[in-house]
């Protein structure tokens, strides 16, 4: 098997066209430029990825064995370590990971439901249970 060629983020950003159609899923690139018509969800699913970072929106489909298969055949590489890590560089010049995005993906993850939850008690004690006592 021969070593797949490695892309960075900025370069794989490049590729957001249906002329050039490039995902990246599972930390690995896939030119799916020719299969735009003939996806089942149509071209416009994939545009909408192109260019970036896919895995999350994959998954969510829920794509069969056979769809799995078939990817095989537009891998054209994989990302490349450094890109891999969301990093930046402090004023020192070190290279940190950087957390803000880890910190509001976990702290979005409760508060919606927090939310929803404090708005459906409000509506319960305010709206439905003053005219339930009469």
């Known amino acids: 098997m021969t070593e797949l060629k490695t892309y960075r ?28 018509e003939e996806h089942p969800g149509g071209e416009e699913v994939l ?16 794509h069969s064995t056979d769809a799995r298969e078939l990817m095989k055949e537009y891998l054209i590489g994989k990302v490349h370590e450094v ?22 993906s976990s702290w979005t993850g409760w508060l919606l439901p927090l939310g ?4 459906a ?5 305010f709206l439905l249970a003053p005219s339930a006592a009469h």
């Not at 929803?116 to 708005?119: E, G, P, Q, V, Y």
């Open 121 to 125: 008690a409000l509506v319960y004690r």
């Open 116 to 119: 929803i939850a404090i708005t």
């Open 9 to 36: 983020l900025e370069e794989i950003s490049k590729h957001k066209t249906a002329k050039s159609t490039w995902l990246v899923i599972h930390d690995e690139v896939y030119d799916v430029t020719k299969f735009l």
């Open 47 to 62: 545009l909408e990825q192109a260019g970036g970072e896919a895995t999350e929106s994959f998954e969510d489909v829920g």
């Open 83 to 104: 890109s891999k890590c969301s990093c930046h560089i402090t004023n020192t010049g070190i290279i940190t990971p950087d957390t803000s995005t880890r910190y509001v």
